[in-house]
């Protein structure tokens, strides 16, 4: 009866996380409470592949839901077949041996190699239409480590290093569910937070990971949505202008003046574009327009950054978001949607801007600066986040 009850309670909670991270989802000045969170995270790191080189240096298992247990100590691949079997594993001495999947791997020293890249924590194999997801099963913590350098650059600054692992550490939370549906909670790429496992790891990362070991950041009382951003370009601004929020912006995400990465490469910059280039890649958005005669900043935001652009061609004139600009042009060589001045000669189009990034949230050029002078993490996350604070996670 007891265990009835409990499994209820569980059910609930269960079905009233999914209620929340979807409102989540859709609206991302939505926080959560620090109550909801486990200990475990799981990382796509592989999204429907045919294949897979899995191997330790020690021994390891192949695992399968009815507990079948097949054991290896050299490099084996797996390949999705979905014929009398979902996976053919094919071993060192060319030995095939089938299996269904789910199945977990599991290694005695707990690090396992996807690929030849080394990973901490099991692995876990799902179908995935017919090829394979493989996820990184590991303590958070574990997978703070494996983000913090691919997210802030090589830096041996200790006191930015830990301000990064906290961002990184909440954002993990904030965005769990983000891939539910794929039977994971965060991918490995830009759409989540680049993780890159062990390889990436440094003594001085893994040390700042230690030092704020479940430490988050929370505004009233609620995790915070640590968005980060390479350079700002002097101010950081309020999402409000880039994402569509249907909360009122929060106080700690409204902007805030850097003033630490001024001198930075990214802070100025300039691209040139063609404006055929800038017409082709509108029309396949279906922005359908004439020749490009001129392209103007309509108006900047209160903290001067460029909101949107209007542009004049043949066939007439519209007014794009400068942010949605340049998601749809390219988000590669325009760095941010701050344009300073907009210039056309001949057929070209030079465009003059600052920052790198959306500028929302902490600015990651500012933090290491403000490291370098002697700032202590958590004034450099209470510049950026302000009427924020530090506090340790509870786990389940
Ligand atoms: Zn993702
Ligand atoms: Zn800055």
């Not at 309020?238 to 630490?260: A, E, H, R, T």
């Not at 359908?288 to 043949?314: C, V």
């Amino acid at each position: 009866m007891r265990n009835i009850l409990y499994k209820n309670i569980k059910f609930i909670i269960f079905v009233l996380l999914i209620v929340i991270f979807k409102q989540h989802n859709n609206n991302i000045c939505y926080t959560l409470n620090k109550e909801q969170y486990y200990r475990t995270i799981k990382v796509g790191i592989m999204i429907n592949v045919s294949s897979v080189k899995i191997g330790s240096s020690g021994i390891f298992f192949v695992v399968d839901s009815m507990n079948n247990k097949l054991q290896f100590s050299k490099d084996i691949i797996l390949e999705a077949i979905y014929m009398q079997s979902d996976v053919k594993i094919v071993d060192q001495n060319g030995a095939e041996h089938f299996i269904n999947l789910p199945i977990k791997i599991i290694s005695d020293e707990d690090i396992i190699c996807v690929n030849c890249k080394p990973y901490r924590g099991y692995l876990e194999l799902y179908k995935s239409i017919n090829k394979i997801n493989v996820i990184n099963v590991l303590d958070i913590d574990n997978y703070v480590k494996g983000v913090l350098i691919k997210e802030m650059g090589m830096t041996k600054r200790i006191e930015a290093l830990k301000v990064q692992a906290i961002i990184s550490r909440t954002y993990a939370f904030v965005n769990f569910n983000k891939h539910q549906s794929q039977g994971f909670n965060v991918c490995s790429t830009t759409h989540c937070q680049v993780y890159g496992g062990i390889e990436v790891e440094t003594i001085d990362s893994n040390k700042a990971v230690s030092n704020t070991r479940d430490e988050v950041l929370l505004y009233n009382e609620q995790l915070a949505e640590t968005v980060y951003h390479a350079n700002c370009g002097g101010h950081t601004d309020s999402p409000k202008y880039i994402w569509k929020c249907k909360n009122d912006v929060p106080n700690y995400l409204k902007g805030v003046k850097c003033g630490f990465c001024d001198d930075n490469p990214h802070t100025k910059w300039m691209h040139v574009m063609s404006k055929d280039f800038i017409k082709k890649k509108l029309m396949r958005n279906n922005i359908i327009i004439g020749e490009i005669e001129n392209i103007r900043i309509n108006n900047k935001t209160q903290f001067g950054t460029t909101e949107s652009l209007e542009i004049l061609h043949s066939d007439g004139s519209f007014i794009i978001n400068s942010y949605e600009f340049r998601i749809i042009v390219d988000s590669d060589g325009i760095k941010s949607h701050d344009f300073d001045s907009v210039e056309i000669y001949d057929n070209k189009v030079y465009f003059k801007g600052k920052g790198y990034g959306h500028k929302v949230g902490l600015c990651q050029c500012g933090a290491i600066k403000m490291a370098e002078n002697g700032m202590i993490y958590n004034e450099i996350l209470s510049h950026f986040y302000p009427d924020t604070k530090i506090e340790k996670i509870l786990y389940e």
